[in-house]
């Protein structure tokens, strides 16, 4: 089955695209790319290069959020193997009913 088409609108020129986003989705997407050429270009026209810049900037902050991601995830599983090696450790003196274990009776 053929995917709908959908147009996009970006400084003034409209982009036709198949794309499995939805209408708002790539409306929302738009808007923040008209944004960002604005802020480049404040009461300009936007010049077509200006849309590779904005692209690129997007790139780079994406880049950016994917390496801090993926530093908060490796803290994150690094306090999670802290966390159960306390617990492993605090439940090594207990019995299966968290009843301290008896040296004496374990030794007897």
Known sequence: MAKPSVTITIAGHSY???????QSTLDRHAK???ERLARLAPGQ????QALLLVALSL???LEESKTALQELSA???????GMLERV????DG???NAE?????AASG
Not at 16 to 22: H, I, K, Y
Not at 75 to 81: D, E, N, P, Q, V
């Open 94 to 96: 207990l019995d299966e």
């Open 32 to 34: 923040q790319v008209e």
């Open 59 to 61: 790139c780079h902050e």
């Open 100 to 104: 301290p274990l008896d040296d004496s």
């Open 45 to 48: 026209q936007i010049h077509p």
């Open 75 to 81: 803290k994150s599983k690094k306090r999670i193997a």
């Open 16 to 22: 036709r695209m198949v794309s499995t986003l939805e």
């Open 88 to 91: 492993d450790s605090a439940l």
